[in-house]
């Protein structure tokens, strides 16, 4: 009988299980900021207009699609700089909890296992020092 390799396959077996589990619960989509980091949002404006912002592209490039919609709504200049401001700042504080949110789970999917496997090598090197020569 091998040990290790018996611990090794159940320590597959569980991790499969946990990661699929955690995945299913948390849901998918909690992942997709990882490979995709940059979002769009779907704004409605005051005239019942929607306009998607993409947080990937360059901020002089968002903040001159902000400032066109805000200028179409009729809003003086001064206005929409200070409305698009605000704007760009929320689309940038939600693109941030969406990220964050999605490095939490990757924590909660991939932490378990490998503090399990870490311990298990730990408990095993530990054991072979009590071993006689």
């Not at 400032?67 to 001064?78: D, E, I, N, Q, V």
């Amino acid at each position: 009988m091998n040990w290790r390799r018996g611990f090794l396959r159940i320590w597959i077996v569980a991790s499969a299980v946990w990661i699929f589990g955690v995945v299913y619960i948390a849901g998918i989509d909690r992942l997709k900021p990882l490979m995709n980091p940059h979002a769009k949002f779907q704004v409605e404006l005051t005239d019942g207009s929607v306009h998607t912002f993409d947080t990937g592209i360059p901020l002089n490039d968002l903040q001159a699609k902000v400032a066109l919609a805000f200028t179409r709504l009729g809003m003086k200049p001064a206005d929409v700089a200070k409305s698009q401001k605000e704007l760009i700042d929320e689309l940038y504080k939600r693109n941030h909890e969406r990220q964050s949110n999605s490095q939490i789970v990757l924590v909660l999917v991939a932490g378990p296992p490998l503090i399990l496997l870490i311990t298990g090598l730990l408990v095993g090197w530990i054991a072979r020092g009590f071993r006689g020569i």
